[in-house]
């Protein structure tokens, strides 16, 4: 399913981020410090089949879904990008995407980069953001330091890794996660400039097809 974005006048349509990179690099703590700096961007929440952790809400985290339920979504185009990560589907909410860029709301997506591709390919106004480690060795003493994933997972997960940094050059920029509280920085320098830009763009004379 596409979603028709330019019918609509950019003047009232919110900027849809996508932000992604590989597992382990930090992406999800650092659009978590974006969205509470920035109270006027949501983080869309996303549907999945795994099953929630402790302390995760169902509707807040992610819309916890049975295999069945996913199936259905998928079938009646209820998403708009989804993708087996790790053994578990994850798929973004066409319904969130829409509902946020009609009301004029700013919206990120926090996904993996087969999901990226999918959003880029659909939605290529979508601006994208990668999420790098320093280095594939820094990712893995990262990977190894959360202590949830055993050897065979994270062998895996590297594995991915380095396919997905062959990806990179395909995203609109690219942030190394080196120090989390200047990634952090860079992201909401990113983001405002990029926001800065549009909010010109929709208010420049002769500009308002
Ligand atoms: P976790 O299970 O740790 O919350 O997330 C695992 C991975 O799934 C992360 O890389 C995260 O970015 C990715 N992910 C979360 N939601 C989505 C989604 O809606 N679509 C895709 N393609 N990936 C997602």
Redesign the pocket.
Known sequence: MTLDLNQKSKRNQGNLFVV?GP?GVG??TLVFAAVKALPDVAL?V???T?APRPGEVDGV??HFKSDAEFDELLGHGGLL???E??G?R???LTSEVRTALDEGRDLI????P???E?IQRQLPEAFSIFIAPPSLAELRKRLEGRATEDADSIARRLETAEVEMRMQNRYNVVIVNDNQALATQELLAILARRRGEQAYTATEPGNDS
């Open positions: 992604s597992s992406k999800g869309s996303s549907a999945t795994r985290t992610y990008e989804w993708a990560v790790h578990r994850y798929g973004t997506l926090e996904i993996d087969q999901g990226c999918q």
